[in-house]
Every structure is written in structure tokens, then in C-alpha cells.
DNA sequence: TTGAAAGCGCTAACAC
DNA sequence: GTGTTAGCGCTTTCAA
């Protein structure tokens, strides 16, 4: 027999019940007679036969499926928080459907009614429109739109829309990143890197400027650049710092681990050591803080908690519970040699959580 | 009107037309008449109707989706090469489906069955078992189910089963990497890291063995150690040659980005300089290259060229036509200071060619 | 050009 | 327990 044409009927006809039984065999979730399940099964098996996802997608009103937009693979924080998502999706019993729009809006918004075109039963969204500080207004039309028939939850926040939210408590990152620097001496630190017009980076700025102002620290302009989120990014920022020719900072934190690898490569080729003549802390804590030396002391954040606590939230609200509108995800602080020249040398594979 | 509630037939109502009109306007092979069309699309727009993607795979034989596999997210070495695909993909018209089994095999049939019940029209592997130099017969019997129904595509081999290949020629990049080392006067060269049973460090590693002899140059087993293909693998076996307190490479190509790493971290810790006491070549040119000091000298794969070729094999599959059951993907060698001092600083960025 | 109607393969309500 | 049957929302003959 075709793979092509095995399905309920051939395989009902072949092991003599009706096609409803061979749907209650597969489903489990009725009560079948143990003589014929076990004929239908051994039917099943013979042929291999996999029921249609599109036919049980159509007729029974859930798909197991949960959609995950994540705006680019190639950035690690991405990738690690994607995998972890992943890995719990399947744990709970879900298929995960993942796709990456490479920060086009085009493909975001394209992504996003393909999800609904195939009835996911929830939506994840990282990063991309949703991490923006102001909410562009259309996208908020379309999420909306979506949220009438299915949950959806962001990393990032999506104003004026039903939208559930599980994200990093930046500014606890930016305490604990300024805590630490404060505690070796540093007074003059400066935070490197990012837009303003995202999120996550605007709240970290606001808490940086808080910090200073508590701690009865002028604020310097100059000491917040802005730039993207790459290797570049934090190269440049650095080199102007540098070239200013002012005070210059004892202390950096960088928007993430490539803008750091940035700064990190304009200190070393001004010949300064790291961390003697600058300390440097980044945030994310990627596998890229043990691709350079030192190491980088980075803020943390628990990839499997958050992608638990995303996928946790989208099961939840699949079944009718009730969920906070805003959750928060905590962050750690892993002190490497890039702050502090003597830290212990962290175990390998650290990175992962 | 709900959002639950759309669908041909309440658009139809609404339009004045039958439900077949709807359908015809909707996926454009098939003529309307101007004043029909224009209130179908008029209502449609109303609504913001989209089709149910469940039931048209259910009712047409195309859903208009690719299947793509890789195996380790965190790798950007997949996560580039997904990228391209999903790009190239989008290009085409279809919409790309990603699954990502995060080595674990259990996962990787798991998806696989997923794909072909969601009825994906084509599918593309990249690493996992189809990357092994032996093939599982298990596995293979289960390519060989799908392969009845639906194009598999792999970047590694399947033996024995219906499986396209679009590969690397690890060969010509072994080529390039020893005879860029030769030039530069290298006699000693080791290659480090990687599994013997995974194809492409196998091909390599023969390739290595064959230069070797072409060039009357002893072959020494502590010159090629094995090892997983993470910083800490590179590490490990950089650290082994060291302590043999034997003849010393005077050259090394790493398996992939990651155990080069690794291997200048041993190198490193020792005092020892890049390149002039130590050259190092990596495989991949993953953006790894570019978070390291000095960069590295890698080989390099035109990602672009790789993934439009795997997605264009798919699309010709899909469309019946004829397609070479083996392409080979050419290498490149970009020199960086991980093996010439004064190479010059290549532009930022030039990791995605 | 258009509409009616028969599937596509499955689930679930209903009757036995 | 089990079979019959009516959808789920779409595409695609087939007639008109």
C-alpha cells in the first residue's frame, strides 16, 4: 500500500472497525475494546501509518503547535533562548514551529499570519517589532488581530495590544553589573553600545543614569554611545571614546557580548590591559565570553528558566488559565577575568545557563 | 464579524458570489470576472481574511512549505546556513519550517515524522544523522518512508536511501588550507579536533593523510587528535600535543571556528605568539573568526551560494524536475593574521562573505 | 464565467 | 464499546 493513501479508512478496512475506532486509537482519549485496539495497532504499525497533521489541525480545534518568532538566529542570545525554548515545547507535549524574520518587518509581519493561516494554538515572540520602546502602531493592529484567536506572548512588550509579556528585569542586570564595578573602585564607567529606540536598551540606560545619579556621580554623554548590536558597534564606540582625548573610563559595560568583543579589541590595540587598565562587563553571557581572553564577567540570565517561563506561559493560556500580564525574568552576574584578574576560571560550558 | 468565523463561505455571502468564486480569487489560477474580483477583494480586505493553511494542504496536494532541519541551533555555522535558506526560501515563494533536533536523535525522527504530516513539500537537512560517515539502517529506512512521498534533501549523505545531496567539498578545503600553510613554509601541520564518524571530518581527515603523503611528509598520529567540536575539544587536544614534550606543529588547522578557539587559548596560555610561533586555520568562517585576536584564517563556504542551492534542488524537486542526485559545494580561503602577520584587516562583516 | 457538489483525512456527537 | 455521520475550510471537477 501508497504511503500516499493510508489513512483512517484503509487502515479501519484493513483491520476490520470502523474508522472511528482506528481515530479513538490514535487520539487514546476513549475507551476501545483490547482485541481491537490491538488490531488496529498492529495495522498501524504494519503500514506505518502517521495520521494527517492538516486533516486533525481542521477538524479538532487545537494543532499542538506553538509558533516562535525569534528576529535573528545568528545573534546567540537568540539561538540559546530558541533552543531552550524548544526543548521545553517538546517536553510539554507541542511541536514547535520556529521561524526567524533576520529583522525584516516584511517577513515578521509574513511570519506572523502564516502562524495563524496554520492555527498554532500559541505564539512567541523574541525580539524584532515587539522590542521596540514605542510600539509602532500597525503592529499593534496585527497582534491584536492575532490575539482574538490565539495567546500571544513577547519577550519585549507591544503597547495598546493583548499581549502577554515574560521578560529580563533589566535594570536588576545593570545593578548588579554597576554594583560589582562600584565595588572594585571604578567610579568612571561608561555603557557602551545599542539603540535607544529598543527597549531593552532604553530601560538599561535609564537605570545606568539612576545609578550615577545615586551614587552622586555626574552623568557624561559621551560615556553612553550608541551603535549596534555588533562587533563593529562596540568597536567604534570605543575608539571614539578613546579618541576624544578625555577622561577616559576605568570601567565598560557593554550592551551585549559582541559590542563588548568590540570594545575589547580597541582597548588591546592601544595596548591597555584587561581588566587592569579597563574593566569590562557585558550582558547576554552567550557562548562568546569564552571565545575571547579574558573571558568576559557578564551579566546572566538563566536560558532555560526564561524559555520555561515563555513556553509555561503559552501552555497555560492554550488551556484557559490565567496568566500575569508581565512576568519578570531575574538575572546573575558571572564574574570573570575581564573585571577581575584573579576570578576563578570558570568551568567550561558555564555559559549554558 | 469574529475572526473564528472567516471563511470562504461567509466571505462569498457578504461578496454576493459562491464560495468557488471566492476560492478562484483567492488563489489567482483561474479567471473572474472584473466586477466579481473586485468585491471579493473588497470584502476580503474588509476582514482581513486569510485562508485556512489546514485546509487548503487538506484539499490541494502543495502547502507551500519547506522543511528545514539542522541540527544545532547554537552553532553558527547552522545558524548562518539556515538563515540563507530561509531567505532563498521566502524568495521562491514558499515559506520555510524549522525544526532544530539540538543533537539528540529521539528529536530528529520526531521532526521528521512532524514534517511529514504536516505535508511540508520538501525537506532539507543540515547535520545529525544524515551527517554521519555510516548511516544508521534505521535511519535510513525512515528517509527512505518519506522519501516515497516527499524530496529529501540533506547536506550530508544518507546511504542506501532516495536522498539528494548538496555538500561541501571538504577535499578542496583541505586543499586550500595546507597549501596556503606549505606556502608559508609550514612542515609540521596538525589537525585537531572533530569525530572520525562524522563524514566531513572524516573526508577531511583522509584528505589530510593524502597531502601528507603526497608531499613526502611523515604522517604522525599525535597530529591528529579527535575531539568534540566545541573551545573545549580544540583545547584539550591542543593541550595533549603540548604535553607529549615531543616535536611541536609548527601549524594547525582546527576542525571548525569553535576548537580554534580553543586551540589559541592553549597556545595562548603558553606565551606563545599567533602566528609566528603557532599559524592556525579553522574551517567554517562562522563570525567566531571575527571575536578573536588575532583573527582567524579560515575556509570559507559562500553561505548564500550554499543555501540557494540547497533550496533551489528542493524547488526543482518539488516541480518534478530532474536533479543531479550529488552537488558539490566550492571552497574559498580567506586569509586573516591567525597565519599572516600582516594580512591585511579584512572589513567587518566580510564573515557573511 | 460561475455555482453546485464531491472530496481531502480527521474528530466528535450521536445513536445503537 | 462501536459504527454512522456531519462537519472542519478549502480546491477542483463538472455542468450550466
Known sequence: MGRSELN????????????????RVM??????SEEKRRRVEEVIRKYDY???????????PKTKVIGLLSSDLMNPYYAQLLTECEQEINRQGYYPMIFSPMNSYELEVRYLQKMFDMRVDAIIMMGGKSDQLVTDPEFADLIN???????????????????????IDEMSGVDLAMEHLFSLGH?????????????STYDKRMRYKTILRSHGIT?????????????EGGYKCMNQLFD??????????????????GVMRSVKERGLRIPEDMAIVSFDNTFIVDTVMPRLTSVCYDYDTFGKKLV?????????????????????????????KSAPDPNWGNVRR
Chains 1, 2 share one sequence.
Open 8 to 23: 483512517i479508512y484503509t487502515i479501519a478496512k484493513e483491520a476490520g472497525v470502523s474508522p472511528s475506532t482506528v481515530s
Open 27 to 32: 487520539t487514546q482519549n476513549a475507551r476501545v
Open 50 to 60: 502517521r495520521p494527517n497533521a492538516l486533516a486533525q489541525g481542521l477538524a479538532s
Open 145 to 167: 488581530r492575532l490575539a482574538e484567536s490565539v495567546p500571544v506572548i513577547t519577550t519585549g512588550k507591544v503597547e495598546g495590544a493583548r499581549c502577554w509579556q515574560v521578560s
Open 187 to 199: 567610579r568612571h564607567i561608561a555603557m557602551i553600545g545599542g539603540r535607544n529606540h529598543v527597549k
Open 219 to 231: 552623568f557624561r554623554e559621551r560615556y553612553l554611545p550608541e551603535s549596534d548590536y555588533d562587533i
Open 244 to 261: 576624544t582625548n578625555r577622561t577616559m573610563p576605568t570601567a565598560v559595560m557593554a550592551i551585549n557580548d559582541f559590542s563588548a568583543v
Open 312 to 340: 509555561d506561559t503559552a501552555v497555560q493560556l492554550i488551556s484557559g488559565e490565567e496568566v500575569p500580564a508581565v512576568q519578570k525574568i531575574s538575572t546573575r552576574l558571572l564574574v570573570r577575568n575581564s573585571t577581575v
